[in-house]
Nanobody, 124 residues
Framework: QVQLVESGGGLVQAGGSLRLSCTHS????????SGWFRQAPGKEREFVAA????????RYADSVKGRFTISRDGAKNTVYLQMNSLKPEDTAVYYC?????????????????WGQGTRVTVSS
């Protein structure tokens, strides 16, 4: 059974940066596509970024393109989300997700495993 644990959230001022981490345990890390999603209060969970299991291909939501970078480290079984130029509208709980497969996936229904979430608050 795959378990995902996120860390790195916190409070930051607009324009600042944070790096989220998601550590995988169970399963073989390099067989899973990974994604980041977020959920703001009163809103549905939305796609942020995804990366293929080999780290070659990535996809981003238009709202974060050019500001966020997803990456993975096979030696550490960890997926990262580097968030720069943060805006108040980036405030949300951020979730890491994983599924077996070789493609990019950007819908919540396409992922089998989820972390507990880490809260990011961006003040204006």
């Amino acid at each position: 059974q795959v378990q995902l644990v996120e860390s790195g959230g916190g409070l930051v001022q607009a324009g600042g940066s944070l790096r989220l981490s998601c550590t995988h345990s169970g399963g073989t890390f390099n067989t899973y596509t990974s994604g980041w999603f977020r959920q703001a209060p009163g809103k549905e969970r939305e796609f942020v970024a995804a990366i293929t299991r080999n780290g070659v291909n990535t996809r981003y939501a238009d709202s974060v393109k050019g500001r966020f970078t997803i990456s993975r480290d096979g030696a550490k079984n960890t997926v990262y989300l580097q968030m720069n130029s943060l805006k108040p509208e980036d405030t949300a709980v951020y979730y890491c997700a994983a599924r077996l497969g070789t493609n990019i996936y950007s819908y919540t229904s396409q992922y089998d495993y989820w972390g507990q979430g880490t809260r990011v608050t961006v003040s204006s």
